[in-house]
């Protein structure tokens, strides 16, 4: 099963090299974690980084892709759910994203 790892980092505005790098494994590993070939310590590591549950990097993303952008500055912002929308929020709210 193809885990949604590359879409969220896509919505984070990351790379899977920085994601990689972050968790301390090599971009081979991360690949074969995307290809569902991973194990649940790394899963939960990837769901804390990019700041989602678990369930989401199993989720089938959204026929066609993005719900909505939101644009910040020079920054874009894609929204595929409400929990996108809410962290987006959150992160306004507590000073990360400057409107």
Not at 67 to 91: C, F, M, Q
Request: proline share 3%.
């Amino acid at each position: 099963m193809k885990l949604r790892i590359k879409e969220v980092c896509q919505m984070r505005n990351t790379t899977q090299k920085e994601l990689a790098e972050k968790l301390g494994v090599s971009e081979v590993t991360l690949s074969r974690a995307s290809n569902g070939n991973t194990s649940l310590p790394l899963l939960e590591k990837i769901a804390n980084i990019l700041e989602i549950e678990i369930s989401e990097l199993f989720a089938p993303s959204s026929s066609g892709g993005i719900i909505g952008v939101i644009r910040i500055g020079a920054t874009n912002y894609n929204i595929n759910s409400v929990p996108d929308l809410s962290r987006l929020l959150d992160r306004i709210e507590s000073g990360e994203i400057v409107l």
